[in-house]
Structure formats: structure tokens, C-alpha cells
């Protein structure tokens, strides 16, 4: 397991964009794939995007397609959610997953490590 640290979240209106990061603490950051997933209070958590360990590789959930990217940056060992276009659908706790040689999966049970989340909030 690794250690994760969600950042950047936030109250945004409709329509606006927010950049959401993910920061590795410990571990080798090129080992480990990595996915968002985020959980709107009475829901259950649902995925959002995924990147593989290489980066070569990324899923994102129909709902966020072509609105949200998913990007990472070895240097810097930090993940990154860029959302635009938000809507108030979108408002959630935000998590970080990491999942060791990890091919992008969408499966939260494939994440072995979490990060404490970080809150979007999309007013209307």
C-alpha cells in the first residue's frame, strides 16, 4: 500500500472547472496505476476515471466523459482530475486510488490504497 493525498477541491458554480490532484508520498509512483472514484452523500462511490501505471491507458465513466481528463506526472508524483463543464451531478467526496502494476481497471475492489478524499461542490 501507498499513501495518498487528495487536494484541490472546492465550490465551483455550474458550468466552471476545477483541477483536483492526488500527491504519492510513499512508494514508487511508476508502479502503481491510479483512479478517481467519488461518493455524493445517500450514494455509494462510484468510479470516475482510471490511468494505468504507465499512463498509456485511461477509462473514464460515461457520465464525465468528454468534460473530465485524467493525467499524471512521474516527476512530481502526482495524479491530476481536470473538471470542466461541472454540473451539479457532480458533487461529491473525490478519492484517489492507487493500484499496484495496475492496467486501469474501473473496479474500486482492485484499489488497495485510498486516499482521505476531498470535496467538490457544484452549485446550481
Known amino acids: 500500500q501507498v499513501q495518498l493525498v487528495e487536494s484541490g477541491g472546492g465550490l465551483v458554480q455550474t458550468g466552471g472547472s476545477l483541477n483536483v490532484s492526488c500527491a504519492q508520498t510513499t512508494g514508487y509512483f511508476s508502479d502503481y496505476a491510479k483512479a478517481w472514484f467519488r461518493q455524493a452523500p445517500g450514494k455509494e462511490r462510484e468510479f470516475v476515471a482510471c490511468?494505468?501505471?504507465?499512463?498509456?491507458?485511461?477509462h473514464y465513466a460515461d457520465s464525465v466523459k468528454g468534460r473530465f481528463t485524467i493525467s499524471r506526472d512521474s516527476a512530481k508524483r502526482m495524479t491530476y482530475l481536470q473538471m470542466n463543464s461541472l454540473k451539479p451531478g457532480d458533487t461529491a467526496v473525490y478519492y484517489c486510488?492507487?493500484?499496484?502494476?495496475?492496467?486501469?481497471?474501473?473496479?474500486?475492489?482492485?484499489?488497495?490504497?485510498w486516499g482521505q478524499g476531498t470535496q467538490v461542490t457544484v452549485s446550481s
Open positions: 490511468i494505468s501505471w504507465s499512463g498509456a491507458i485511461t
Open positions: 486510488a492507487a493500484e499496484y502494476y495496475g492496467v486501469a481497471n474501473k473496479e474500486s475492489d482492485k484499489y488497495d490504497s
